[in-house]
């Protein structure tokens, strides 16, 4: 497998195409595909700024997409990739949420660790609303600290 770059068109429609609870994106950092040996594009990964204001400190980035066609081991490649891109851009610590019932086993693989429970919910609110597009159960955090030796 090895990493390609991908435009936020091509990263979108990849997306559209095959992740199984979200859509696009609507702005991004950065992106990496992951291409097979016979120039398939297997998996995409987009990181943005977090989502989270509290996390917006200007040293933190988020993968806000991860999507395969479940090729093995390319989200581990893609968490991999990500972590080392965005820690060459100077990032300090790169974040994601997984589903509650998701094992994280490719994030642990990638030495991610779980950090706790982050609230899930809903958007909607009665003067502001929301159709609930993507799964409102609570999310397992991850982070990965890029410090130097990391």
């Not at 770059?5 to 609870?21: D, G, V, Y």
């Not at 398939?40 to 990964?45: F, L, Q, R, W």
């Not at 950090?115 to 929301?130: E, F, K, Q, Y």
Request: net charge positive.
């Amino acid at each position: 497998m090895t990493a390609v770059p991908m435009t936020q068109k091509q990263a979108n429609e990849f997306i559209e195409k095959n992740h199984r609870h979200h859509g696009r994106v609507q702005g991004d950092i950065f992106r990496i595909g992951a291409q097979d040996t016979e120039g398939n594009i297997v998996g995409v990964m987009t990181v943005g700024r977090p989502v989270a204001r509290g996390l917006q400190d200007g040293a933190t980035v988020e993968v806000t997409r991860l999507c395969t066609t479940g090729q093995e081991n390319a989200c581990s490649f893609l968490y991999s990739r990500a972590a080392r891109v965005a820690k060459e851009l100077g990032y300090k610590r790169i974040i994601t949420y997984t589903l509650e019932n998701e094992n994280g086993a490719s994030l642990r693989a990638s030495g991610w660790t779980m950090t706790g429970l982050a609230g899930g919910g809903t958007w909607n609110r009665p003067n502001r609303v929301r159709e609930d597009k993507a799964p409102t159960c609570p999310k397992q955090r991850w982070e990965r600290r890029l410090e130097a030796g990391k």
